[in-house]
């Protein structure tokens, strides 16, 4: 089966495990239990947050750390060119905010209220 093949299979139907080399599309595999796609290995997702060395003085409410130096965003979920083990959403990374490639994006997300 070639590439483009695989690239359209029936939504939610793509094989674990198998590394295509590139991105895919967002509905290739089953959403998780929240009903986001593709969170982990698709491509390094931008947070809102300012790198931090630790989680000290993170804040406690769950929102965006935007204090300190942010010359570098935190980025997570690893990325299509990653290996295995950073292939998850408590592994993050610094990027440069100037930083940008094929590895690179983010997620559109919006607070909701009662």
């Given amino acids: 089966m070639n590439l483009q093949a695989k690239l359209k299979r029936v939504p939610g139907d793509g094989v674990e495990g198998e ?53 570098h965003w935190v980025a997570r979920g690893g990325s299509w060119g990653s290996s295995p083990e950073v292939l998850r959403s408590a592994y993050h990374i610094g990027i440069a905010s100037i930083s940008s490639g094929n590895l690179l994006g983010f997620r559109v997300a919006r607070t909701l209220t009662p």
Avoid: M
């Fill in 19 to 71: 590394s295509r080399e590139q991105t895919v599309p967002v509905d290739a595999f089953k959403p998780n239990p929240w009903g986001l796609y593709q969170v982990h290995g698709n491509i390094w997702e931008w947070t809102q947050d300012c790198y931090q060395d630790s989680y000290n003085g993170a804040p406690a409410d769950g929102s965006a750390w935007t204090s300190g130096d942010c010359s």
